[in-house]
């Protein structure tokens, strides 16, 4: 008996260290999600509550109406958009763990039986709205924060651009070392954030209590009654309060949805509505007049440890924009929608943890030129909703899709739900549309920029892949006649990389036609994205018999993997194919691209298709496949 008590004691004592285990991970990935994903969302305060009672004021003094509608306006935002929305139903839209706009569309597209133009359109238009939020998130997190040097004292106005354009320099050069170091204080610098907000504005909220009264959604609709045309301009800085949200789901696979959610809950959502409380009961407190509240009312020596706190804040939120980029490039790399751009990656236990150089210094370069260009966070405030409001009105689509092909919802339920969200959405863009003159062209002309290059990717791709298709010869003829006939055979094996393993891959006729033999064992091999972000070993490899001479094998990565050819093959040993890399050649075409009438695209099309082809990164370092067993054929082709 004596046994059997210590036996559960033992087993309860197991139990109890593994649950202590599990919420220490817990709570370490909360800390993780608040220094990731919300600090775009969670640096909103220093510039969303003032642009929204400048717009609603005309730049005089607000009137206590519209403080408290405006006000209104952010928490029901807040609540309707982030905890409803995302954190109740798209961050459960989750494709195998990852998330973000272009696993959405990955996931909406495999519901269909023949793979969805018009999703695709939508994803890479979703995609590239992304990019125009990443270069804006920067500019006007970092100068906002810089700006609040202002508070302090006057003469440092001259200071605000080149200081800032100094912190930018500095973030975007130590991006190379990447996140994995830096991430480890992001979480602690967040929370401290979180909680140095939220106490401030339960400070200030004795200044006035009545602005509780705000949580009332009927202040909204006396709002947008009293004056209608200034409070559609305003809703397009209220906006700014949820600018972040995406990335909710777009750091998905980094943390998974109970940390993001309880993060959000417990800590963020608490905080900064007592922020925003806060700094409307100040402004009541002092007539309406509309300065800088976030920092002003921080007075004495708290100014400037928040000022301080408020530029650390904002570099973290840049970081986890500019992680979403090179991540989100990643994505389209492998569903082949941009070509093979350098990826390096920064840690050896994360996989997610990567640098793009020449991402880096593309984001770089356009964000210090929108810093130089538009100078202060209020005029590149304009700039910014447009990109966010219609990245989630994508999401609001290809969410529909799959709630009713993948989650079967009745038809009326997820029309319901979706009319909602498409309204707050539409809502949203259409008062953000209007600032287009005003600086709004700018996320406009980068996503735009992105999309044409895109499309052209997808369109280019397609008509090469047709194009040399017709001209080959189909494998199974040509092992044939060689089985038949065979050519001079030399020892060790041949793998031929195609896209297309039905024809006879270019490199293998011309090395027929120039060498003249044929290896004794010949390999062809395609690598193929599959619609989800990780794929098992076990569905790696798959392995077909030509004849005695031709094998044709498929490799299936997911599309957040780095493809990796040698250690891919190696599972072939499990399936009876004893591979070697010491005795295996890899045969890679090198196309040349020259422009052709008769492509079926615009000349501009062809040369921009070809240009970027030429830029596509080796794909010998691509798909990690040793140097020195590499030979590579070219050919030209017409497209």
Same mark, same amino acid.
């Given at each position: 008996?004596?046994?059997?008590?210590?036996?559960?004691?033992?087993?309860?004592?197991?139990? !109890?260290?593994?649950?202590?285990?599990?919420?220490?991970?817990?709570?370490?990935?909360?800390?993780?999600?608040?220094?990731?994903?919300?600090?775009?969302?969670?640096?909103?305060?220093?510039?969303?509550?003032?642009?929204?009672?400048?717009?609603? !004021?005309?730049?005089? *003094?607000?009137?206590?109406?519209?403080?408290?509608?405006?006000?209104?306006?952010?928490?029901?935002?807040?609540?309707?958009?982030?905890?409803?929305?995302?954190?109740?139903?798209?961050?459960?839209?989750?494709?195998?763990?990852?998330?973000?706009?272009?696993?959405?569309?990955?996931?909406?597209?495999? !519901?269909?039986?023949?793979?969805?133009?018009?999703?695709?359109?939508?994803?890479?238009?979703?995609?590239?709205?992304?990019?125009?939020?990443?270069?804006?998130?920067?500019?006007?997190?970092?100068?906002?924060?810089?700006?609040?040097?202002?508070?302090?004292?006057?003469?440092?106005?001259?200071?605000?651009?080149?200081?800032?354009?100094?912190?930018?320099?500095?973030?975007?050069?130590?991006?190379?070392?990447? $996140?994995?170091?830096?991430?480890?204080?992001?979480?602690?610098?967040?929370?401290?954030?979180?909680?140095?907000?939220?106490?401030?504005?339960?400070?200030?909220?004795?200044?006035?209590?009545?602005?509780?009264?705000?949580?009332?959604?009927?202040?909204?609709?006396?709002?947008?009654?009293?004056?209608?045309?200034?409070?559609?301009?305003?809703?397009?800085?209220?906006?700014?309060?949820?600018?972040?949200?995406?990335?909710?789901?777009?750091?998905?696979?980094?943390?998974?949805?109970?940390?993001?959610? %309880?993060?959000?809950?417990?800590?963020?959502?608490?905080?900064?509505?007592?922020?925003?409380?806060?700094?409307?009961?100040?402004?009541?407190? @002092?007539?309406?007049?509309?300065?800088?509240?976030?920092?002003?009312?921080?007075?004495?020596?708290?100014?400037?440890?928040?000022?301080?706190?408020?530029?650390?804040?904002?570099?973290?939120?840049?970081?986890?924009?500019?992680?979403?980029?090179?991540?989100?490039?990643? %994505?389209?790399?492998?569903?082949?929608?941009?070509?093979?751009?350098?990826?390096?990656?920064?840690?050896?236990?994360?996989?997610?943890?990567?640098?793009?150089?020449?991402?880096?210094?593309?984001?770089?370069?356009?964000?210090?030129?929108?810093?130089?260009?538009?100078?202060?966070?209020?005029?590149?405030?304009?700039?910014?909703?447009?990109?966010?409001?219609?990245?989630?009105?994508?999401?609001?689509?290809?969410?529909?899709?799959?709630?009713?092909?993948?989650?079967?919802?009745?038809?009326?339920?997820?029309?319901?739900?979706?009319?909602?969200?498409?309204?707050?959405?539409?809502?949203?863009?259409?008062?953000?549309?209007?600032?287009?003159?005003?600086?709004?062209?700018?996320?406009?002309?980068?996503?735009?920029?992105?999309? $044409?290059?895109?499309?052209?990717? *997808?369109?280019?791709?397609?008509?090469?892949?047709?194009?040399?298709?017709? @001209?080959?010869?189909?494998?199974?003829?040509?092992?044939?006649?060689?089985?038949?006939?065979?050519?001079?055979?030399?020892?060790?094996?041949?793998?031929?990389?195609?896209?297309?393993?039905?024809?006879?891959?270019?490199?293998?006729?011309?090395?027929?036609?120039?060498?003249?033999?044929?290896?004794?064992?010949?390999?062809?091999?395609?690598?193929?994205?599959?619609?989800?972000?990780?794929?098992?070993?076990?569905?790696?490899?798959?392995?077909?018999?030509?004849?005695?001479?031709?094998?044709?094998?498929?490799?299936?990565?997911?599309?957040?993997?780095?493809?990796?050819?040698?250690?891919?093959?190696?599972?072939?040993?499990?399936?009876?194919?004893?591979?070697?890399?010491? $005795?295996?050649?890899?045969?890679?075409?090198?196309?040349?691209?020259?422009?052709?009438?008769?492509?079926?695209?615009?000349?501009?099309?062809?040369?921009?298709?070809?240009?970027?082809?030429?830029?596509?990164?080796?794909?010998?370092?691509?798909? %990690?496949?040793?140097?020195?067993?590499?030979?590579?054929?070219? $050919?030209? *082709?017409?497209?």
């Amino acid at each position: 008996m004596a046994l059997a008590n210590n036996g559960s004691e033992a087993e309860t004592v197991e139990q !109890s260290s593994h649950s202590e285990i599990e919420q220490h991970s817990a709570k370490v990935l909360m800390l993780g999600a608040l220094g990731v994903v919300y600090g775009d969302i969670g640096t909103s305060p220093i510039y969303a509550f003032r642009e929204a009672l400048v717009a609603s !004021s005309r730049g005089h *003094v607000a009137e206590r109406g519209d403080i408290l509608g405006v006000l209104s306006l952010i928490i029901w935002s807040l609540t309707i958009i982030v905890t409803i929305k995302y954190i109740m139903f798209v961050l459960r839209a989750d494709n195998r763990g990852e998330g973000g706009v272009l696993s959405l569309m990955a996931l909406a597209r495999g !519901s269909f039986a023949k793979r969805s133009a018009i999703i695709l359109a939508i994803g890479i238009v979703g995609a590239s709205l992304f990019f125009g939020d990443a270069v804006i998130t920067p500019a006007i997190s970092v100068l906002s924060a810089v700006e609040g040097m202002n508070v302090v004292t006057p003469t440092f106005q001259p200071y605000v651009v080149p200081l800032t354009l100094l912190i930018l320099a500095l973030l975007f050069s130590v991006q190379r070392f990447g $996140t994995g170091g830096v991430a480890l204080i992001f979480g602690p610098i967040m929370a401290v954030w979180f909680l140095a907000i939220g106490l401030s504005g339960l400070k200030h909220i004795i200044d006035d209590p009545e602005i509780l009264l705000a949580v009332s959604p009927h202040y909204i609709v006396a709002f947008l009654i009293h004056s209608p045309d200034v409070a559609f301009v305003t809703i397009g800085a209220i906006f700014l309060a949820v600018t972040g949200a995406e990335a909710l789901y777009a750091d998905l696979g980094h943390f998974g949805r109970k940390p993001i959610v %309880q993060a959000w809950l417990y800590i963020v959502f608490p905080c900064l509505l007592l922020n925003y409380a806060g700094q409307g009961a100040y402004v009541l407190a @002092n007539g309406g007049t509309v300065g800088h509240p976030f920092f002003e009312m921080n007075e004495g020596w708290a100014l400037i440890p928040m000022v301080v706190l408020a530029t650390a804040a904002t570099v973290i939120a840049s970081q986890a924009v500019i992680s979403g980029a090179y991540s989100l490039t990643r %994505q389209a790399v492998q569903l082949n929608m941009l070509p093979r751009l350098e990826i390096l990656h920064t840690s050896e236990k994360q996989s997610g943890q990567i640098y793009m150089p020449r991402v880096n210094m593309l984001l770089a370069l356009v964000v210090m030129l929108l810093v130089v260009g538009f100078g202060e966070s209020s005029k590149l405030a304009s700039a910014y909703g447009i990109s966010v409001t219609g990245n989630m009105l994508v999401t609001t689509v290809l969410l529909f899709v799959i709630m009713t092909r993948i989650w079967k919802w009745k038809k009326w339920v997820a029309i319901a739900l979706t009319a909602l969200f498409a309204f707050i959405d539409i809502g949203f863009f259409a008062s953000n549309i209007v600032k287009v003159f005003e600086g709004g062209w700018a996320s406009l002309a980068v996503a735009f920029t992105i999309v $044409t290059v895109m499309w052209t990717w *997808v369109r280019g791709s397609r008509y090469l892949f047709e194009k040399t298709r017709r @001209n080959e010869i189909p494998l199974d003829f040509l092992a044939g006649n060689l089985l038949k006939k065979k050519p001079q055979l030399v020892s060790g094996t041949a793998v031929f990389l195609t896209s297309d393993p039905l024809s006879a891959p270019t490199a293998l006729m011309h090395s027929l036609k120039h060498y003249k033999v044929l290896h004794e064992q010949n390999v062809i091999l395609s690598v193929v994205t599959a619609p989800q972000p990780v794929v098992p070993d076990s569905d790696r490899v798959k392995m077909e018999t030509v004849n005695e001479l031709f094998m044709r094998i498929t490799l299936t990565f997911g599309y957040m993997e780095q493809p990796n050819i040698p250690r891919a093959l190696a599972i072939c040993r499990k399936q009876g194919w004893k591979f070697d890399i010491m $005795t295996t050649s890899f045969f890679l075409s090198r196309r040349s691209l020259k422009a052709s009438p008769n492509s079926g695209m615009p000349v501009w099309q062809d040369r921009l298709f070809i240009g970027l082809a030429r830029t596509a990164a080796d794909a010998t370092e691509y798909f %990690q496949i040793p140097t020195g067993r590499v030979v590579e054929i070219g $050919t030209q *082709v017409a497209i």
